[in-house]
């Protein structure tokens, strides 16, 4: 289904071949797609079950069997535009507001999904596929289902928002085709603008996770096909056996213990390709059969997690699975759920009982709630579920121990509170605390520390790095702490992620890319060639970016030419998104950074151009525009898309810089308060305001500036360092020496810093 995966975060998808184009299975050693059909004489049961999965429905052409919808001039009101749906020729329409603006008939060309919510595709121009907005609800009425709603009810969307359902951000040929049809090709075509979108089934069918089957099929046709080591694999390019052979043993402790480690992560990363928060950046059957040479991962990232991994936003799963102690354990997807119907193999809490013994852990005595109560129910205390899309509520797979005492110190929601909403945080705490004398604190350690660094409050560095050195931690828990200590470039955190570039988890080896990115050429060039070579093309692409510019010069000649292959990976990485326009900056960034400054230009006017309320491209086409001396056209590029969104403080605050580098200083006080307004969240706007209003004699306002700024961030070093430097100046030292003090603690080893408090503590005295 259809959502808002983040204008920053992507990646990454219109005559669409209607088609289905089906290869014939062929005696050949590259495996072709043969269909589901194909498996069902020999795997009965498991295409019966499919056939009962929200796989098999996933997506399917509107017919009069697959739209459950109410087709028969209901109408639904949102935002002064009236939609109405209705039936004409057997075939299902809407009157809705199209890419204009204006009110115009759309013929409902395919569904999505079945149950909670079912979403409606509309085909425009150029096999350019997009999600209606409006989804119907298909519940039973006694839920409050039967009803069309819409998806996103807080917001006016209008034609032009990416998120108006003829937006960028609602395409399906990007946002959802992958994950609803099975050997999805993309084909995208840069020249046109349109997509020829291909697919051998329409829905998620057996070789969507097993790969292509043609010489499975021969294998098991003409066993003397059979060649030396195919036996395993049986024909495909992988075989799901992590679970073949292994029992779970029941310890003494009511847990159970894998009979054998799990050696490999095969079963669950081909789960993840769908079920994760990620970027795409190929569909080809033999990249996407390896996670990381196809897809990047979101960390646990602020907006996406809340800073103790519970899922916030859309996240599908995966990085939560990765946090837990069943993804420790050896546990697999299909341990819990049956892989062909999408169901849990046991019902309510035998699913967990499996591994947990019930005499233990199913009795009042362990969860304090009547049975069989909704208390009672390991999976509401455990995987508390988030609603998304309006009526979609999906469990949080990091299988956590509650801790209400979190949400008093972080802010975090708690499972306790969300079936107790009539009582407080502190109330369940102190109940928690009654039932257990020593509460667990649960495996997801890393939660204050990375409370710290959203609020860059004293001793985040330290923490970050105590999480990301500690391999007792969840590998995303390590890479999310390594990854956010970028903008700390310290010698210990250069070393740390030199050590962690050498890590056996691709995730911890990018983060600590990432980590090293702000380090100096030659630093980088030392650690990151060797990841070069690395088995892992994410983990290759992104150390060739990293070294790309100063850092790439001085390679010896091998790793010279291994650079520009894995360069090359990049480049396609972005160009197979090259409908979105992200992409188009991260090529323009590349380019810009290795000098190459027309091609940055031609770049981000293509990112502009696709979307003109992405803003980051009109800044760094301003940018690439002052850096050739023309001052005035990056002012005019920046006001040009002012003009497209006009509720942008970065580009109001990147305005203002413009003005003062031409000596406009009023004009730059007028755009960088407005920039400050319009995004009170952003630090540094109140700083750079603040240090104009000093620069231009307006002292007093630029204390207040800061004073209010610091309100919202109280930890902020440019906002300390400047507020106690004016105080000082106006002989308010003993407000200056506070400010100092607060800076002494956030960062301890800064012998400047030290030295200014002392000259300010004895001039406060």
Not at 422 to 451: H, R
Not at 521 to 538: I, K
Request: aromatic share 8%.
């Amino acid at each position: 289904m259809v959502a808002s995966l983040g204008r920053l975060a992507a990646l990454f998808v219109v005559t669409i071949a209607l088609s289905t184009h089906v290869q014939a299975s062929k005696s050949t050693t590259v495996p072709q797609f043969v269909g589901s059909s194909s498996c069902s004489e020999c795997h009965q049961q498991e295409h019966t079950d499919w056939l009962s999965s929200h796989h098999y429905a996933a997506m399917d052409k509107a017919t009069g069997s697959s739209v459950l919808g109410r087709f028969d001039g209901a109408t639904f009101s949102k935002g002064g535009v009236e939609s109405r749906f209705f039936k004409k020729d057997d075939k299902f329409w809407v009157r809705t507001d199209g890419p204009d603006g204006k009110l115009a008939d759309f013929e409902i060309k395919y569904v999505i999904g079945i149950a909670p919510l079912q979403q409606y595709l509309i085909e425009l121009t150029r096999g350019r596929v997009q999600a209606l907005g409006i989804a119907w609800d298909s519940r039973p009425a006694s839920q409050g289902g039967q009803r069309w709603f819409d998806l996103y009810p807080d917001r006016k969307l209008v034609a032009g928002d990416p998120l108006h359902w003829t937006g960028v951000d609602q395409n399906w040929n990007y946002q959802c085709a992958w994950c609803h049809a099975t050997n999805l090709r993309k084909n995208y075509d840069a020249d046109s603008g349109g997509f020829r979108t291909s697919w051998s089934e329409f829905n998620v069918g057996c070789e969507a996770c097993h790969g292509p089957a043609s010489n499975h099929i021969n294998w098991a046709k003409n066993p003397e096909t059979r060649v030396s080591g195919d036996e395993k694999a049986r024909g495909f390019a992988w075989s799901f056996d992590e679970r073949r052979g292994v029992t779970w043993p029941m310890g003494d402790a009511g847990q159970a213990v894998r009979s054998t480690p799990r050696s490999t992560g095969k079963e669950i990363q081909i789960c993840a390709g769908c079920h994760s928060r990620r970027q795409q950046f190929s569909d080809d059957p033999s990249d996407v059969a390896h996670y990381f040479d196809a897809f990047r991962p979101s960390l646990l990232e602020s907006g996406l997690f809340h800073v103790d991994g519970q899922q916030r936003d859309e996240v599908y799963n995966y990085a939560s699975f990765l946090q837990s102690k069943m993804h420790a354990a050896g546990v697999t997807c299909s341990d819990c759920h049956n892989s062909h119907s999408g169901k849990l193999r046991l019902s309510g809490n035998a699913t967990c009982t499996q591994c947990h013994a019930a005499g233990r852990f199913d009795q009042a005595s362990h969860h304090h709630h009547r049975p069989e109560s909704e208390g009672a129910s390991c999976a509401n205390c455990h995987m508390p579920p988030t609603t998304y899309m309006g009526v979609d509520a999906r469990h949080d797979h990091s299988m956590r121990i509650p801790r209400p005492d979190r949400s008093l110190t972080l802010g975090v929601p708690s499972a306790c509170n969300s079936c107790h909403a009539d009582k407080n945080p502190g109330w369940a705490a102190e109940t928690i605390k009654s039932w257990f004398t020593t509460p667990k604190a649960g495996a997801q350690n890393f939660a204050e520390a990375l409370d710290l660094d959203d609020r860059d409050a004293p001793g985040a560095r330290r923490a970050l790095m105590k999480i990301a050195a500690d391999e007792s931690q969840s590998a995303v828990g390590r890479a999310s702490a390594l990854a956010r200590l970028a903008r700390y470039a310290t010698a210990e955190v250069l070393g740390l992620a030199e050590r962690s570039s050498k890590d056996s988890d691709a995730m911890v080896r990018v983060a600590a890319i990432a980590a090293l990115s702000s380090a100096d050429p030659r630093a980088r060039r030392n650690v990151l060639s060797p990841l070069l070579r690395d088995e892992t093309r994410l983990v290759r692409i992104d150390a060739a970016r990293a070294l790309a510019g100063a850092a790439e010069l001085g390679l010896p000649p091998d790793d010279r030419e291994r650079f520009e292959k894995a360069l090359a990976e990049y480049v396609s990485a972005q160009l197979f998104n090259a409908e979105r326009p992200e992409s188009h900056a991260n090529l323009g960034a590349l380019y810009q950074a290795r000098g190459k400054v027309d091609d940055a230009r031609v770049e981000y006017i293509k990112a502009f151009a696709i979307d003109p309320t992405f803003f980051p491209a009109a800044i760094a086409y301003s940018e690439a525009t002052r850096a050739s001396g023309d001052e005035a056209g990056a002012e005019s590029i920046l006001r040009r898309s002012l003009a497209a969104n006009s509720n942008s403080g970065s580009l109001m605050h990147a305005l203002g810089l413009s003005l003062i580098r031409q000596k406009r200083l009023d004009e730059a006080i007028e755009s960088l308060t407005s920039a400050a307004k319009l995004d009170p969240n952003e630090p540094r706007f109140a700083y750079v305001l603040a240090v104009a209003l000093h620069d231009t004699g307006k002292a007093s306002q630029a204390i207040d500036a800061l004073k209010t700024a610091l309100a919202r961030h109280p930890y902020n070093r440019d906002i300390l360092i400047a507020l106690a430097s004016y105080e000082a100046e106006v002989n308010d030292f003993k407000s200056a020496s506070s400010r100092a003090e607060l800076l002494k603690k956030l960062e301890p080893e800064n012998k400047e810093i030290e030295e200014y408090a002392a000259t300010l503590k004895n001039l406060a005295k």
